[in-house]
Structure formats: structure tokens, C-alpha cells
């Protein structure tokens, strides 16, 4: 018997893996059918995804669906850009309400600056934020219904792409 209301969070919860690994939403490039390609213009992982990343991404996933049901080989390809300046901002900003700073000429260990880090221990924080805000930002995309590939998923920082 069907539910009187539909509730959305617990058929797309379950049925959203299920696409995702039966392939649904990969691109096959060896096939002869047309190919069609989207590129996410990738977010920076310095947050989450806000109202226009939602627009923006809603109008290509209409577009990739559409081509899809023509019949073309698509692919809707997401990632994540590194944003450099801006997340080394923010994870100094993390790091100094932990009491740590970064160990460049003239930091001193004090009270505000209980440990300094050095280049890679620093890299390491960078990349332990880019998981977790990265994974943040796929997880909104996952959850909005994004039909991206994600077996093609990138970071501008990946070997071989920058």
C-alpha cells in the first residue's frame, strides 16, 4: 500500500545509491552513440554550496538528462577547484582557534601559538580540510539529485590535471 504523502528524503535516500552504483550516470566514451559534455565549473572547497550553485547546477542537469534521453554518451563532469589563497585562509583561520600557527619567519610559539606547523604538516591540515569540505559539497550535489558521473570525478589539485 502506498503512503497517503510522499516523502522525498526516504525515496531518494534509498533510491539515489542505487543509480549511482548500477551506473546510471556514467559516460561511456568507447560507444558510437554522439557524445555530450558538461563540465561543473568545479566550487571551491573553501565552504558549501549556496543558492546559485543550486540554479546553476539544476539548469545543467536538465540539459545532461535531456541529451541522455536523446540517446547521446554523456557526460556531466564534477570536481572541485583548490582555491588556493582563499583556503589556506581558511584553514589558518581553523587552525588559530585550535591554538596553532604556521611556522614562517617571525612566529613565535606564545599563547596564541601553543604549536607551529611546518610546510607539510600544514599541506597535510590543507588536505584534511579539502576531504571534509569536498565531501561536503558532492554530498549537496548527491542530495540536490545531481546526475554527475561521479567514477570521473576531479580536483584541480589531482596528479596529471594541474
Known amino acids: 500500500m502506498l503512503d497517503k504523502t510522499y516523502d522525498p528524503k526516504e525515496i531518494e535516500a534509498r533510491r539515489y545509491p542505487e543509480w549511482e552504483q548500477a551506473g546510471a550516470f556514467r559516460a561511456h566514451p568507447e560507444?558510437?552513440?554522439p557524445p555530450y559534455c558538461i563540465v561543473i565549473p568545479p566550487p571551491n572547497v573553501t565552504g558549501s554550496l549556496h543558492m546559485g550553485h543550486a540554479l546553476d547546477n539544476t539548469l545543467q542537469d536538465v540539459l545532461i538528462r535531456w541529451r541522455r534521453m536523446k540517446g547521446d554518451d554523456v557526460l556531466?563532469?564534477?570536481g572541485t577547484d583548490h582555491a588556493g589563497i582563499a583556503t589556506?585562509?581558511?584553514v589558518v583561520r581553523n587552525l588559530e582557534q585550535e591554538g596553532i600557527?604556521?611556522?614562517?619567519?617571525?612566529?613565535?610559539?606564545?599563547?596564541?601559538?601553543k604549536k607551529l606547523l611546518n610546510r607539510e604538516e600544514f599541506l597535510a591540515k590543507v588536505w584534511?580540510?579539502?576531504?571534509?569540505s569536498g565531501g561536503t559539497?558532492?554530498?549537496q550535489l548527491r542530495r540536490l539529485g545531481a546526475?554527475?558521473?561521479?567514477?570521473?570525478e576531479r580536483f584541480t589539485m589531482d596528479d596529471g590535471l594541474s
Open 31 to 33: 560507444s558510437a552513440k
Open 76 to 78: 556531466w563532469q564534477p
Open 88 to 90: 589556506q585562509m581558511v
Open 101 to 113: 600557527g604556521l611556522a614562517v619567519e617571525g612566529a613565535a610559539r606564545n599563547d596564541a601559538n
Open 128 to 132: 584534511e580540510w579539502k576531504a571534509f
Open 137 to 139: 559539497i558532492t554530498g
Open 147 to 152: 546526475s554527475c558521473d561521479w567514477s570521473s
